[in-house]
């Protein structure tokens, strides 16, 4: 594939600083695609921003730069924009009969991210770098930021999703995953805890990053310290225990989410553990009891969701998140209910391991 001919149209519409030597895809991120631009004089990152996932880029875009300006002027490393030569945040570009949207960001030097958790240590950093981060927002009013995916975390919306996906089976898709399907509607009555404490009251609505997962956090490749928290396309009011939670669900496991062989995947309370006193050390002032209360149920739940938005994918045909094979989404789906349901057995260690953090 001759990326640079095909992006020629795109590139010429940035101002990048050298002549672009190479373009090669990059990353291991679901929605957007994603491209490593090298030229003579530094690197860049560009995406091919998904506008079937998010359908009005204006406000997506406004929102990131919003944030980032913000967090650029407190001197913490954030996303960087590039803008367009007419000085716009993002590119529309009329191809054919459809409208492309294309974003160029600093590429951030001497970083990495994990598709795993590998140690200890860098899961209690990434735990805390998201708890930070969780402070960071909290300085935003969530009026002046848009929903950019009404309803993302509301688990038991998901839930009437996946029943009409799996009622229209539109490519006959059943047959392969009945005991997906089973499991998950033995799980229905678990699936509404944060929904309801939010609409009550009892926990509080906050602004938060929504997909915190741990390849969405740079980290220094020499010092494995979090460098940056990236992908802020869903930084949205939501609540504090989704953060958590997907973190968990992510990181907390022994396996790649894409792992097959399922004797491999396993919860690795340990790991929770690390997270959870990263995490508990940044937001220690702000959490409030009934979250803390939650934080296991958090991981069972956000599991679950994943776990039920990739089924909900594979029977509605791959239309939302990037495969790479037939059944890529029923595989991902496997991971995450076998995760899930290990999370529900250790509920109560889970649990101890909470109050002991705050000991
Ligand atoms: P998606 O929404 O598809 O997940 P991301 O914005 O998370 O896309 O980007 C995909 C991957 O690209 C990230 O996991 C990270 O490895 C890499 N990446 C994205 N932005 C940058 C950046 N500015 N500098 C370095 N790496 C980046
Ligand atoms: C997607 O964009 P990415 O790959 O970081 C998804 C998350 C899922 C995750 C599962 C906007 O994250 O919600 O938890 O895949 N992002 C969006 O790996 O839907
Ligand atoms: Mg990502």
Not at 129 to 144: M, P, R
Request: proline content about 3%; overall charge negative.
């Amino acid at each position: 594939m001759d990326y640079i001919k095909e992006f020629n149209p795109v590139l010429c519409e940035f101002s990048l600083e050298g002549a672009v030597e190479d373009i090669r895809p990059y990353g291991e991120g679901h929605i957007n695609q994603t491209f490593l631009v090298t030229t003579s004089q530094k690197k860049y990152i560009l995406q091919v921003m998904n506008t079937h996932v998010f359908q009005d880029p204006d406000s997506l875009m406004k929102n990131i730069c919003y944030v980032t300006k913000h967090l650029e002027s407190k001197g913490i490393e954030t996303l960087h924009v590039v803008p367009t030569k007419k000085n716009e945040a993002f590119l529309k570009l009329h191809q054919g009969n459809t409208v492309h949207c294309y974003r160029i960001y600093d590429f951030i030097e001497n970083t990495i991210t994990f598709q795993k958790a590998t140690d200890k240590k860098v899961f209690y950093n990434s735990g805390k770098a998201f708890g930070e981060f969780q402070n960071f927002l909290k300085e935003f009013d969530a009026s002046k930021l848009t929903e950019t995916i009404p309803d993302f975390h509301n688990t038991p919306k998901r839930y009437q999703d996946f029943l009409e996906v799996l009622h229209k089976d539109c490519i006959q898709r059943k047959d392969t995953c009945l005991k997906e399907i089973e499991f998950l509607q033995s799980q229905k009555d678990n699936l509404d805890v944060v929904v309801h404490g939010l609409k009550d009251g009892s926990i509080p609505l906050r602004v938060t990053h929504n997909d915190t997962k741990l390849n969405n956090i740079l980290m220094d490749s020499e010092t494995l310290e979090a460098r940056a928290v990236i992908d802020l396309d869903t930084i949205m009011p939501g609540s504090m225990l989704y953060d958590f939670g997907d973190s968990i669900r992510f990181g907390a496991s022994t396996a790649a989410e894409d792992e097959k062989n399922l004797d491999l995947v396993h919860f690795d309370i340990e790991l929770f553990e690390a997270y959870t006193e990263g995490y508990y050390s940044s937001v220690k002032n702000s959490i409030t009891p009934r979250e803390l209360e939650l934080l296991p149920y958090s991981a069972y739940l956000l599991t679950m969701e994943c776990g039920m938005r990739f089924l909900t994918d594979y029977l509605a045909g791959d239309v939302y998140f990037a495969t790479k094979y037939e059944d890529h989404n029923l595989v991902r789906c496997r991971t995450q209910f076998k995760l899930a349901r290990e999370i529900y057995e250790k509920l109560k260690d889970l649990n101890e391991i909470v109050q002991q953090i705050q000991k």
